[in-house]
């Protein structure tokens, strides 16, 4: 690991200021000299490999005393980002109202990491593209922008199918995130500016021909908090993965359901372990409002979901297995006592 | 959470930096005599070691490290306590696991330094005097291991795995013991061990 100032961020300003000194515009924030310490789940990982170079970490962990709480009200949900992975998994009210969210905690990494793992930590953890994280490949073009992609017409298993580029197919990791998205959440945002909130499927960008640039955060801006209007009982976090447990997710779907005497009033669905990035699935959506469900139209909406799909060599299973799980998830959603 | 903004066991004089900061609430880890030129508060040099102080099984350790140090090479390099292990260094094994506060965590991905001002528990912490904690009997009445190098983390992460209630089942167990990889294998001894010791813990 290379050598790096440390720096305690006691504040959410300074913080900010300690960020937004050592960044630039031109530079992609996964690039910019400094970065914030929360968890270190990702970060120290990547620093090890040396696959991120900050110059300056601020540890931005004496700030969860204002940006940790789990709020419940009558608008919602608010999670400070700095609330842990566990702490969310655990909660009672969260596990009642909002399972697809607890159970996507819960079957994310393993206990220890959790018990590490900051929510806005969780949802910014880079992809586990083999490539990405060896340095030995000079071609990635997340990490050397122009380089190329190693993983195009390599060893490709685990990489997207959806909301890939001819620049990057690597896959966002995450399981937090499809069920804040599938929520239509928004995030808060801390810059030098103040707070500002966006919807969070605004949150990541799909690499398109820019694969090192992740998301739409700005030099200096930290993920304060995020939110969910309502409530979502009947929503549920289903997960495929090569081991029954402690494993990224081959495909994994988050289904939200309002039914109401047998009919779909709202559905939300999104993917995850098979995308570039956190990814709703609008048109599955579309074909569920206003009808009642059986087996025909769950294969019609798994479909839908996955009708851009493009498969490489190795991954194209994931096509097949992601229409499964969608199904199966709404199944399940669909007979849950709630 | 526990506050680690602290820096009064990290030797450095806050109020002078602060007083040269212009106001502000960023605390560089710098070495003490820097600090405490208040008129120039330099940043922390990356190339010397930062005085830490870390919570270790009770006793406080006075460190001269590496800001690069985690927790894991603190414990194993610094301070001779040698029973959490290396098996990744990157999280995926679970060899490395002590409790900081009353949380399970990879040493092998804290930094020392984010761990100032909490108390760290390692494997050499367990048993009182020469009496084996109930889970490091458990492992031993079970055999619960064959060549015994994830033991130490297996132990301490089942010794969290009860108290968060989280062994009441042997699906259960597998579910959240799933942090700890065993190459040998010894699972359903593992699982056997942690379920004998789980009611004694929880009698405390």
Known sequence: MRSFQYQRATDPNMAVQALSAAATATNPLTQATAQPLAGGTTLIDLMKLDVMRPAAIVDINPLSRSWSAIELNSDGLRLGALAKMSDVAAHAEIQRSYPVIANSLKLAASAQLRNMATLGGNVMQRTRCSYFRDISYENCNKRNPGSGCAAMDGFNRMHAVLGTSDQCIASYPGDFAQALIALDATVEITGKSGIRSMPFAELHKAPGNSPEIETTLQPGELISAFAVRGRWPRSVYLKTRDRQSYEFALSSAAVALDVQDGTIRDARVALGGVATVPWRAREAEALLKGRKFDDELARRVADAAFAEARGRRHNSFKIALGKRVVTHALQQAVTMEI | ?204
Not at chain 2, 49 to 78: C, F, M, Q, S, Y
Not at chain 2, 154 to 181: P, T, W
Not at chain 2, 187 to 199: D, G, L, S
Request: proline share 4%; with cysteine.
């Open chain 2, 1 to 204: 959470m526990p506050d680690n903004s602290s820096s009064r066991q990290s030797g450095f004089d806050r109020r002078a930096f602060m007083a040269g900061a212009a106001g502000g609430a960023l605390v560089p880890l710098t070495a003490r005599a820097a600090a405490q030129d208040a008129s120039a508060p330099a940043a922390q040099d990356p190339s010397l070691p930062v005085d830490v102080t870390l919570r270790v099984n009770g006793a406080d350790k006075r460190l001269h490290i590496d800001a690069r140090t985690t927790v894991l090479d603190a414990l194993r390099e610094h301070l001779g306590l040698t029973g959490s292990k290396k098996g990744c260094d990157h999280g995926q094994c679970g060899a490395c696991t002590v409790l900081i506060g009353d949380r399970r965590v990879v040493s092998c991905l804290t930094l020392a330094l984010a761990a100032e001002g909490q108390e760290i528990t390692t494997i050499e912490g367990l048993a009182t005097n020469d009496r084996l904690h109930p889970m490091q009997q458990a492992f031993v009445d079970n055999d619960a291991f064959q060549c015994g190098y994830c033991t130490p983390g297996q132990i301490m992460s089942a010794v969290a795995c009860v108290k968060e209630g989280h062994a009441n089942s042997e699906a259960d167990i597998r579910e959240y013991m799933s942090g700890n990889i065993c190459r040998c294998a010894a699972y359903p001894n593992i699982v056997a061990a942690v379920k004998q010791a789980a009611p004694e813990i929880m009698k405390g």
